[in-house]
């Protein structure tokens, strides 16, 4: 089903105009370009997600970011990764993602391509909007910005084969002008700024359509196989540019699920998403994952660095309790008596348990009470003559008579 994007990110993109019209107010050296975050101040980075992850939330799916694949991860409908190196995924990941496809129809695995810096662009279209001043230091952060980059990208695989796409990195810096495709309809090309440093085959495993994962059954003897867990079989291009694939999906015949790969996020990231026609392609994004016969209800950013951790549901069960600080020394020696006494102190301070109770109020005016304290007054004084002579005096008063005796033995000398 279609999600509409509803409103225009306005306050995350006047912020992003303001950094780039503000710029000679501003410290170079403070350009945040923190990869692929969409919360935490890193969010608000030139390179990062927020915008992105916006427009997923305004389309109505509650957004989650997560940096390992969990059990709580798998369970959202939409996966986003945006792999902040150029390493490629492990076959572990590979599997993990393969069978979560597989687990339920409706899915949208997404991976964006690191082939693009967005701090380059900006020290680029700042160029000629600072103050003379401040240009040699403009320049100076965009030298910079390139060659960490290329630092950076030397750690790509050349002709690197990951089974979802195959990448090859002797191609010279290009801008995607002319656009086509499905993607293509209703974005002025011209107007875009898509940078493309490398040529993306997706579905390729060395020549042949990927067909994902086999595993022997060993009750069914070493020759047999399990059917794969998710087949890849149409391989669709949703965005070209002179023939080179931009944004393809990977899809099954099997399945509803589906898979995109998009070659870099030069439309994708905070900076990009400045420009109106690269927010276009966003929502077609958005509405290409709406585009399945079960509506997903959910997204994740997986933020990773380096190789992705995948945490398994006992990984998850089996994590820290709070308690490890009792078994190191020397809380060990003592920590536990500690943790004992401080238990029964709690019971002892705080006995009631669940809603204290009303007591009923006391009656003022039940004479008993009176009797009972008057009593009990007479027996702390521990006098029995005095006693005595107190409940003649009382008798006497209640008859009207008027005598009054003191008591001839001292207090405390007679019982």
Known sequence: MHRTIVGQLLPLLILMVGMLAGCSKAKPKSLPTAYGKRTGTAGSSVNGTRALSEMFREAGYPVQSAEQISPR???SDIIIWVPSDFQEPSQKMRDTILHWLDEKDGRTFIYIGRDYDASIQYWTEIMDQVAPDKQFDAMR??????????????DMIVGRNDQFFKIETDKPERIATKLSGLWSDGIDGSKTHIQLRSKMDPGLVDGSPSQGNTKKNPADG??????????????????????????????????????????????????????????????????????????????????????????????????????????KW??????????????????????????????????????????????????????????????EQYQQAMKGDAVYRRSKTKRGDGK
């Not at 030298?143 to 030397?154: G, K, P, V």
């Not at 949703?238 to 694939?245: A, F, I, M, N, Y």
């Not at 079960?294 to 950013?301: H, I, M, N, R, Y």
Request: hydrophobic share 40%; glycine share 6%.
């Open 73 to 75: 991860t798998l369970r």
């Open 141 to 154: 952060q965009r030298s910079l910005a390139i060659e960490e980059f290329d630092e950076l990208r030397n």
């Open 222 to 327: 070493d020759d047999e196989e399990e059917p794969p867990v998710y087949l890849v079989e149409d391989v669709e291009p949703l965005l070209s540019s002179r023939g080179e694939t931009i944004v393809a999906r990977l899809g099954s015949d099997f399945s509803d699920s589906q898979i995109i790969l998009i070659n870099n996020g030069s439309f994708l990231l905070n900076l990009p998403l400045v420009n109106r026609e690269h927010r276009k392609l966003a929502g077609k994004l958005i509405n290409q994952c709406g585009q399945t016969y079960f509506d997903p209800e959910s997204v994740a950013f997986l933020e990773t660095n380096g190789p992705v951790r995948i945490m398994s549901a006992d990984d998850a069960t089996g994590g820290n309790s709070g308690w490890e600080w009792l078994s």
């Open 330 to 391: 020397p809380l060990n020696l003592v920590g536990l008596q500690m943790a004992w006494w401080l238990i029964v102190l709690c019971f002892a301070l705080y006995p009631i348990f669940g809603r204290p109770k009303q007591l009923p109020a006391a009656e003022n005016s039940d004479f008993k009470k009176h009797i009972d304290s008057v009593g009990d007054l007479l027996q702390a004084t521990d006098d029995y003559a005095y006693a005595q002579l107190r409940l």
